[in-house]
Each structure stands twice: as C-alpha cells, then as structure tokens.
C-alpha cells in the first residue's frame, strides 16, 4: 500500500490546496497552466470537466468549451457553484458526453489509478480529448521525493512516467496526440535554492526524454465509424453541487442483476 492510501480524502484535498498555495506550488501551478493552454486550446465541444483534489488549480480557463465544471471529492473554501462532489473512480456523468475531461494529478493520488482513467474514458464522447497531468517520477522530482520523510502532500504522488501512462492509454484504445514535460529544475521548498538551479532549466530541458517535473499528455478517443454528434443532453444541467448521482455504469449493472 503506497503512503497516498494511507491520507484521508480531506487530508489530501487540504494538503495538495495548501501546498498549491506556497511559493513553490504556485511556480508549478503556473507552468501547468501555460503547458495545458497551449496544448487545450484547439479542443472544442459542449462540455468539459476537470476532475482532481485541489479545485484551487483551474486549468481549463483558456479552453474554448461552453459549459466547464470541476470535480473533486471532497468539499472545500473557495468551491463555486460549477462544482461536483464525487469520488474519481465513479463518475456521476453518462456515457460519451464529455468533449474534454483534464485529469489534475488524479491518477497521482488515487487508490485505483486505472479505474479513474476507465471512468475517464467512459464518460468520453468519441472523438473527444483527454488531458492527463501527472508528477513525472522521471525527474527531479522523483530525486527530491526520496529525499522527504513522511506522508507529507504531495511527495506522496504515485508518479508514472510516460512509457506506463501511454501503456494504459493503448490498453483503452484511445490514441496519444502529444506529450511534453516543463520544469527542469529541483522543486526544492527553499526559494533561495530554486532560484540558484535555475541555471539547470535550459540544459536539462535538452535531454531527447521527458525530464520535466510535470508531465502532460493529450489524448482523443477514436472510434472506428462513428461521427461525433451534439450530445442530446446539452440542455440538462449537471448535478448541482454537491450532490452526486451514482454512476451511469452502475445502474445499468444493477439492471441488468434483476
């Protein structure tokens, strides 16, 4: 059992906002805005969602989709009325009515990563994208996790590197149109230090491999045949929060039992 089961879910939503507040997270949080507005900007549709921990980091501001909303599991100061209250490994959303899901450092932190992303493509219209943001293991990130004792937020991040996210991607059939890394340098906690390996950022960002301390890939799920239409239920608000329905999957197995 990896040290992220071992932190409760309000644990880990007050951890990660805490830590995205600091001077560091909020270095990171800006290199992940700038990295997913230019790889999220030419994704257009009805609905987007955003599922992770910490609803301070919004990273779909930039994208061009109409009805945005986040979802995280637990509730916390700062949630506006866009938010959904549910567990990332069951979706309260359809099937196929996703034109863009972003997953914020949510296989990171998750006790079942390869549910999340299933749910993730479940809820995924076919020829709609996928945004996965993780903490890249190979990085300075992985060398500076090993150096922190305890189960601290968010050095207890599962971390997958690009070769396993892009096997579990294949495993689903959706298909990887780009990948890039950003923040060559040790996330160090001491500003002082940060600034002082600076120098690190032009020469490690030169490596042939993904070497950023962040790593995003974006993703499209295709399907043979099939055209992408309007989703019917365009008009249909989602579940206000913080109310959450059980999952589309899970009624119809229920049915199915009868």
């Given at each position: 059992?990896?040290?992220?089961?071992?932190?409760?879910?309000?644990?880990?939503?007050?951890?990660?906002?805490?830590?995205?507040?600091?001077?560091?997270?909020?270095?990171?949080?800006?290199?992940?805005?700038?990295?997913?507005?230019?790889?999220?900007?030419?994704?257009?549709?009805?609905?987007?969602?955003?599922?992770?921990?910490?609803?301070?980091?919004?990273?779909?501001?930039?994208?061009?989709?109409?009805?945005?909303?986040?979802?995280?599991?637990?509730?916390?100061?700062?949630?506006?009325?866009?938010?959904?209250?549910?567990?990332?490994?069951?979706?309260?959303?359809?099937?196929?009515?996703?034109?863009?899901?972003?997953?914020?450092?949510?296989?990171?932190?998750?006790?079942?990563?390869?549910?999340?992303?299933?749910?993730?493509?479940?809820v995924?219209?076919?020829?709609?994208?996928?945004?996965?943001?993780?903490?890249?293991?190979?990085?300075?990130?992985g060398?500076?996790?090993?150096?922190?004792?305890?189960?601290?937020?968010?050095?207890?991040?599962?971390?997958?590197?690009?070769?396993?996210?892009?096997?579990?991607?294949?495993?689903?059939?959706l298909?990887e149109?780009?990948?890039?890394?950003?923040?060559?340098?040790?996330?160090?906690e001491?500003?002082?230090?940060?600034?002082?390996?600076?120098?690190?950022?032009?020469?490690?960002?030169?490596?042939?491999?993904?070497?950023?301390?962040?790593l995003?890939?974006?993703?499209?799920?295709?399907?043979?045949?099939?055209?992408?239409?309007?989703?019917?239920?365009?008009?249909?608000?989602?579940?206000?929060?913080?109310?959450?329905?059980?999952?589309?999957?899970?009624?119809t197995?229920?049915?199915?039992?009868?």
């Amino acid at each position: 059992m990896s040290q992220a089961q071992h932190i409760s879910a309000e644990g880990l939503t007050e951890g990660l906002k805490d830590w995205f507040a600091s001077p560091l997270g909020q270095e990171i949080a800006a290199c992940e805005r700038q990295m997913a507005d230019q790889l999220i900007h030419t994704a257009f549709g009805y609905h987007l969602v955003q599922i992770g921990y910490d609803a301070s980091v919004k990273l779909y501001e930039p994208s061009p989709v109409s009805h945005k909303v986040m979802l995280c599991p637990r509730m916390s100061l700062g949630m506006d009325e866009h938010t959904i209250i549910a567990q990332p490994h069951e979706l309260p959303l359809p099937d196929s009515t996703m034109d863009v899901v972003i997953l914020h450092h949510t296989l990171d932190f998750a006790d079942q990563p390869h549910q999340v992303l299933r749910e993730a493509s479940r809820v995924l219209r076919p020829g709609g994208h996928m945004l996965i943001v993780s903490f890249n293991p190979t990085s300075f990130w992985g060398i500076c996790r090993r150096s922190k004792r305890g189960a601290r937020v968010p050095w207890v991040a599962h971390g997958f590197s690009h070769w396993r996210l892009n096997d579990w991607v294949r495993l689903l059939d959706l298909t990887e149109l780009k990948s890039v890394s950003a923040f060559h340098r040790p996330p160090l906690e001491n500003e002082r230090w940060r600034k002082r390996m600076g120098f690190l950022e032009k020469w490690v960002s030169r490596f042939p491999t993904y070497s950023g301390v962040v790593l995003m890939m974006l993703i499209r799920k295709d399907v043979a045949g099939v055209t992408p239409l309007k989703p019917a239920w365009k008009t249909r608000k989602l579940i206000p929060f913080p109310v959450a329905e059980p999952s589309a999957r899970n009624k119809t197995a229920r049915g199915k039992s009868v």
